[in-house]
C-alpha cells in the first residue's frame, strides 16, 4: 500500500461503500435536464441527448470518504467542467467564485470554483467503464478526489461531489450546501482532516 496516498485518518477499502440519504430517483431521459445558471455570461439548458455531445473525458482517482475509507485507483468517464469552461460552452462571469450542485430532492454541496475547474472534478456518466448504477448516481453525478502525484490541486472529501446531478449554480459569495450546513466543514480538505465545521 502506498501510505503517501492515504490520508490520516483513512483506513484503505477494497470495497465501494454506496452511501446517501433519501430516496434514489428515478430517471427519465425525455424529460430530464441539466442547468447553468447564476455568474453566468449565458444561462444554459441541456437535455440528456445533448450532454451526450459534450467533450469526454476519463480521469483516475483516489476517493476519500469524510466517514474515513478511501479507495484508491478508481476510474470515471464523463464531462470535465474545467474544459468546459476553457472551450467557452460555459462563460463564468469575472464575479464567480464558487459553484452549488444542486441534485435531486433540493440537496446541494459548494465549492469553489477554482476546486470544480481542477482536472480531479468530473462530471460523470460512468464508473469502471459501465453507466452508473443508480446508487452510484445515475444518471449523472460529480466525483472530487485526489490524483496520485499531483501535489498542485485541492484534495476535498467525497462528499463534495453530488450523486443525481441537475445542476450547476455559479456564486459569487459562498453559500453553505445540505451537509455543511449540517455541521460538516464548508471545505472538507482531505489532508488537513477537514470533516467538522467545530
Known sequence: MDRDR?????????????????LIPGFNPATWDFRIWGEVEEPVVWTWDQMQTLP??????????????????????????????????????????????HAE?????????????????????????????PARGFPLRSVVGSIPGREDLKDVYLWKGAKWLRGLEFLHVDRLGFWEANGYHTEGDVWKEQRRAD
Open 105 to 133: 430532492y433540493g440537496y446541494t454541496t459548494n465549492l469553489p470554483l477554482k476546486v470544480a475547474l481542477q482536472d480531479n472534478f468530473i462530471l460523470a456518466t460512468h464508473y469502471d467503464g459501465q453507466p452508473l448504477t
Open 6 to 22: 492515504l490520508p490520516l485518518g483513512q483506513s484503505l477499502s477494497s470495497g465501494f461503500p454506496t452511501l446517501h440519504t433519501g
Open 56 to 101: 469526454r473525458i476519463s480521469i483516475h482517482l483516489d476517493l476519500h470518504c469524510v466517514t474515513g475509507w478511501t479507495k484508491f485507483d478508481t476510474v470515471w468517464d464523463g464531462i470535465s467542467l474545467g474544459r468546459l469552461v476553457a472551450e467557452g460552452w460555459i462563460k463564468p462571469k469575472p464575479t464567480a467564485r464558487f459553484v452549488m450542485q
